[in-house]
């Protein structure tokens, strides 16, 4: 079972506001994701990480930045949030597998509300 | 590009009726597919996987085959219960891509 953390669950915040969503992992994966969820379900690559000091955009543009300083966490930082941000904010992590065989394990995700 | 088509929800079974969920998907190179499944509330869970053609992926009475020919992966269970009422996500991902392309999920209820 994969052990990948998100904190906090739920947030609720004023527009203007920064905010950090925290993702950490204690399974020592080198690669890490942030997918946002719409509210109709469907899935979008933000941001991904080979490894320490590697940060990559994904599909979906997001305003939001993160950082990869330790292998085990990978924050993402919204400078200041707008009610279009309102979303669920998924954080994955994996392993390097041969042949693409690499599975992604999802934590519980943050769903970030911005009034 | 590469793409994942899903069968469109939501669906509402009975209890210990089959279950079928149908995916196909559309890629350049050889992907591994995978069935997400994810509870109200809660994030996704990998259910199961199979990476290359003819493999059979299960995992808590649920299986999936994949099949080159018609490009698919379809979800399969005998007999549902209440607790499998969920969204499903079938995904694939490239071999040497980073990302995974999902489907745009099923949402699935299963009433007593």
């Known amino acids: 079972e994969a052990d990948i953390y998100q904190t906090p669950r739920y947030l609720v915040i004023g527009t203007g506001k920064k905010i950090t969503l925290e993702c950490s992992q204690t399974m020592g994966h080198d690669k890490m994701y942030w997918y946002q969820q719409d509210p109709g379900m469907e899935l979008h690559l933000i941001h991904y990480?080979?490894?320490?000091?590697s940060t990559e955009k994904g599909d979906l543009s997001s305003e939001s930045t993160v950082s990869r300083i330790r292998t085990e966490h990978f924050p993402l930082t919204l400078e200041s949030a707008r009610p279009s941000h309102t979303s669920q904010y998924l954080c994955?992590?994996?392993?390097w597998g041969a042949g693409g065989t690499d599975t992604q394990y999802f934590g519980p995700g943050t769903r970030l509300t911005v009034l | 590009g590469d793409s994942v088509t899903q069968m469109e929800g939501p669906v509402t079974l009975s209890e210990e009726a089959f279950l079928t969920i149908n995916c196909t998907y559309t890629a350049t190179g050889y992907p591994s597919l995978f069935w997400y499944v994810q509870y109200p509330g809660e994030g996704l869970q990998l259910l199961l996987k199979a990476t290359k053609a003819d493999d059979k992926g299960s995992n808590k009475g649920f299986e999936a085959t994949y099949r080159k020919e018609t490009t698919s992966f379809h979800l399969e269970k005998g007999s549902v219960q209440v607790s499998d009422s969920a969204v499903y996500f079938c995904?694939?991902?490239?071999?040497?891509?980073?990302?995974?392309?999902f489907g745009q999920g099923t949402r699935l209820t299963i009433n007593p």
């Open positions: 995904a694939l991902r490239i071999q040497g891509a980073q990302k995974l392309v």
């Open positions: 994955a992590s994996s392993e």
């Open positions: 990480s080979y490894g320490v000091n």
